[in-house]
């Protein structure tokens, strides 16, 4: 069954208020639901109530029992006469049965929820569409003992003591929602409790909820949602609207965090840090989620979507936000390379392969499917392109119109632009073509210098690739900011500018050009497209040192290794003098943030190698990029080992500063561990014996697990022994082994998922082995399609418990049209398998059947 965007129509029947009652029990909860609903035009359409999975008790309607109604592809559907009515039903539900962790569930013990998409269907009969919103009082019984934390949206009303050991609580949120930011948690729980003042002195609650013994680890967690509140109020004019802001955090969790009004829920990896068991990778993902969600309140909950078509109005825009805190939370320059190698390594395949969809897709089988990079993160590349068009105070006047407009209401994409032309005045009409048109463009510019003359000439040129579903591309509008240097005097030619390319090409003319030119594009990645140039070696090799954009800079050093790297693996021909000098020049200048340059030195995966290639030769790539690492870390020895020493620190702190140091001393340690000089791996196990935080510890393992050394098998175990009991850590004890280059990686991945440790029930645990293992491109690829069917029949399995979870891993099996037949084959075969499975999900079926095309 497909939805489509074009078949929009509004709800039959409106649901102003609705009281939910609920007789909480990890094997039978009881839920009564009472309605106010509306009819919502002239139609004479029964209420229609989506269901799924629930045992429905009884119906009544103005408070008397009706049996007229019957049960239509899970839904509850009521013939009702009039317009006005109070609807209520009680069902039953058992949480702690629910493996796909959609709706009410348990997590360790205790009981939560998730609704985002379509999980509130799952707990009660109710419209379940974003465009439906109503006010919740919810009231929530359970046994003391067990569960003596009853949280839910909003603020606190009553509480107090029921017979046989139970007890009970009141919860009312007053804004508006729709179904899919409903929550509940009951659990043994412990805050960790704060205030924070809004600007207009509302003062607000906010509590970290966790396990007794997982409170120290909150610290971080409670700082960022402070700074975000403080942010959101500087720079976008937000503020906080209740006097109450949970967050709990769970172990068992489909994905990184929920928006849930006034009561966020959170996989606990993005809340839970101390210095022994989080790397600065994790704190700093701790604080980008955190703010994440709490930016939700407005772009996503004060104004929702309309339909799930438009998700992107919400996330694309609230990552977008969040990326602009992290920014300006440490490095801006790091951040930038960091977004853009994750969009990268995520949206750019997705966009180039089968299951490519615009921004604002245009049908759906299961919409869970569609919580994409490319719904996240280019999303967010296209909001950040039109607050580039605009500039900052033309895209804050827009933003600000656009929440006046449509606060407590159901918005489109279409809102938003809209609110961003009027605001600005700019026409935006075929900008929009980022919101219907997939597919990364790709952009050729060639500079060419007129013969004796001082001018130089720029030709840009545009193609949006085809997607499925889309043979045929318009011309889009790509802001590129570039500049011109001169190659003699390292001078500025021609100053920065922004150009909006809107047609195939365009041609630009430079004037007072007096020396050889060098192309300086897409700088600050400006436009989310492939650019294509024809600039040398030498031409990379300059501004990889002297470009003042550090996105540029950074961009020139994996182009020029990209071009070395994709050139060996193609031909087995290597030059790697230009690399390791242009290396060598980066770790020389001292005036450079050791975490940028941590960056830069960094050579592209194998992966995005691939990406660049006609056909994926995963052994050909593996073998280019190991014979660089080696070259490089031989060559410049020297210089890994001083930087190495200048990067040792005393004690932890968690600051931009030290963060920069641990990220180049690691880098520093794999490079002198590829020259296979024999002390590293003594070296690397003597950082991980010293390490005083996980960062250095984690580091260090991952090296010693590439290589082959008795410290290898010493510290796997010790870490294993040291956090045997820290779910957290496991993961990353699995996730470092099926991220290991090692020849027997794929049996080692074999081997753990019979670990007593490993269990698919836990997405976090699942993930850490299984996605792990598909991106490396080696391993996954081995020429026997082992590799393949180990994800196949791990994802069968994991496809009974969890649906949502086992499809968020097929795309990477999906890949098939980029190899040579013999592994095109065998990926296909597995596809097969997987859609020939009985009982296949519909979640899975849509990204299996569309992967074979
Ligand atoms: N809205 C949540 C967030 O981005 C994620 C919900 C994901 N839901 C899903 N069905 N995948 O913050
Ligand atoms: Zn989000």
Redesign the pocket.
Known sequence: HVTRREDYTPPDWQVPEIALDFSLDAAATLVRATLHVVRDSAHDRPLVLDGGGQTPLSVKVDGVAVNDWRIENDALVVPLSGTDHVVETEVEIAPDRNTQL?GLYASGGNLCT?C????FRRITFFPDRPDVLSIYKVRMTADKKRYPVLLANGDPVAQGDAPDGRHWAEWHDPYPKPCYLFALVAGDLVANTTTFTTRSGREVSLGIWVRAADLPKTAHALAALQTSMTWDEQVYGREYDLDVFNIVAVDDF??????NKGLNIFNSRYILADADTATDYDFDAIAA?VA??YF?NWS?NRVTCRDWFQLSL??GF?VFRDQGFSADQGSAAVKRIEDVRGLRAAQFPEDAGPLAHPIRPDEYQE??NF?TATI?NKGAEVIRMIATILGPERFRAGSDLYFDRFDGTAATCEDFVASMEEASGEDLSQFRLWYSQAGTPRLTATLRQDAGGSRATLTLSQRVPVTPGQPVKQPMVLPIKLKLFGADTATTLAPERLVLLDGPSEQLVFDGVTERPILSINRGFSAPVVVETDRSADDLAFLSAHDDDPFARYEAMQQLMLDTLVQAAATGQADHKAVIAAVAHTLDDAALDPAFVAEAVLLPSDNFIGDQMALVDPEAIFRAREALRRDLGKALDVRWRAAYASTQADAFVYSPAAKGLRRLKTVALGYIAASGACDAAALAFKQFEAADNMTDRQGALGVLVAGDSAERVAALDIFYNRYSDNALVLDKWFQTQALSPRDDTLEQVQTLSRHRDFTLANPNRARALISAFAVNQRAFNAASGEGYRFVADQLIALDKLNP?TAA?LLPPLGRWRRFAEERATRMRAELERIVATPGLSKDMFEQASKSLG
């Open positions: 959609m998730q985002e998409a379509e999980g489909n994905f990184g965090a929920m928006e989620v994440h969600e939700h996503g919400k996330e609230t919409i869970s919580y996240y949502q968020k």
